[in-house]
């Protein structure tokens, strides 16, 4: 079975500092992995994906991800926040060759303090 | 535009009054899932469906209802509403899970059941 962990339910920053929201995630085989972004009484986006290509993956607004098979996470980053940043990010796993139903993690709120 | 379409945007009523919940996409997708998504618990899947005709529950499928007679359309039906179904209802769709596993989101349904 797969799951995800999102490690704190809230990340709060000051603005230009670094950002680090993490993922941990629990497959028995090559999962597929994405981060999704809900800003304020919006649906979800994608933000970024992992496919079993590159293992550091870029997405927009200069977010970054890297996955580490040995560490089973896939945490996102980015160098320096934005007051714009500020929304609710989740983690979301799917098995390659299972179901291929996503499972999400319950999300980490990020709070950026001028 | 490539979008995922859900009415009502809000809505508010009463314990056993029966709604429905309308989600259309415009991008021909064979998946299509609903979510809810309540403080604290993250993003939970109620139905989702594979390709018309197709539908199967998932994590919390008590108390609802769907269908999936034409590809582009996959409404939430709630027979007999009660409180505890008051949540923010997300709508996505998909090429096909197989494929890349994005999922496109509507922007949310905000129902209160007094």
């Known amino acids: 079975a797969q799951s995800v962990t999102q490690l704190g339910s809230h990340v709060s920053v000051s603005e230009g500092a670094l950002v680090l929201l993490r993922c941990n995630y629990s497959s028995s085989v090559p999962p597929y992995l994405f981060w999704y972004v809900q800003y304020p009484n919006q649906g979800l986006q994608l933000l970024l994906k992992y496919t079993s290509a590159a293992t550091l993956v870029k997405g927009i607004n200069g977010f970054e991800a890297e996955f580490k098979k040995s560490e089973t996470s896939f945490h996102l980053t980015k160098p320096s926040a934005h007051m714009s940043d500020a929304a609710e990010y989740f983690c979301a796993v799917i098995v390659s060759g299972g179901s291929y139903i996503p499972t999400f993690g319950r999300g980490t709120s990020l709070i950026v303090h001028p | 535009e490539a979008q995922v379409t859900q009415n009502p945007r809000y809505l508010i009523t009463v314990t056993g009054k029966k709604l429905t919940v309308t989600c259309s996409q415009n991008m021909n997708h064979e998946y299509m899932s609903w979510y809810r998504q309540d403080p604290g618990l993250g993003l939970r899947q109620i139905y989702y469906?594979?390709?018309?005709?197709?539908?199967d529950k998932g994590d919390v499928p008590e108390g609802y209802k769907v269908s999936r007679k034409e590809k582009r359309n996959f409404p939430l039906i709630l027979e007999s509403p009660s409180p505890n179904q008051t949540s923010l209802y997300f709508c996505?769709?998909?090429?096909?899970?197989?494929?890349?596993?994005?999922?496109?989101f509507g922007e949310g349904s905000r129902l209160t059941v007094l």
């Open positions: 996505a769709s998909s090429w096909g899970i197989a494929n890349t596993g994005e999922l496109f």
């Open positions: 469906s594979m390709n018309v005709e197709v539908t």
